[in-house]
């Protein structure tokens, strides 16, 4: 699934939007990013225009929240 997220600044007044596109939409997902781009430029007070996703699917939850033994990850400097 994808979120496209963007806000509306009216003078002093910010106001968040947001709209959801199924997995098998990204490209309209990018379509409607683009309008929204277009409206800024044209002046309107459209701000922060960004997209996130998200698989349906996941069998766990993002992130490392339990390692193994073989887990030996060590910040190397140089």
């Known amino acids: 699934m994808y979120m496209?997220?963007?806000?509306?600044?009216?003078?002093?007044?910010?106001?968040?939007?947001?709209?959801?596109?199924?997995?098998?939409?990204?490209?309209?997902?990018m379509q409607y990013m683009e309008t929204l781009r277009k409206r800024q430029r044209e002046?309107?007070?459209?701000?922060?225009?960004?997209?996130?996703?998200?698989?349906?699917?996941?069998v766990g939850h993002p992130g490392v929240d339990v390692t193994g033994p073989e887990y030996n990850w060590k910040k190397r400097r140089r």
Do not use: N, Q
């Open 43 to 58: 002046g309107e007070g459209v701000r922060f225009i960004t997209m996130c996703s998200e698989h349906p699917d996941l």
């Open 4 to 29: 496209v997220y963007w806000t509306m600044v009216e003078g002093e007044r910010c106001t968040p939007h947001e709209k959801l596109f199924e997995t098998t939409e990204m490209v309209a997902a």
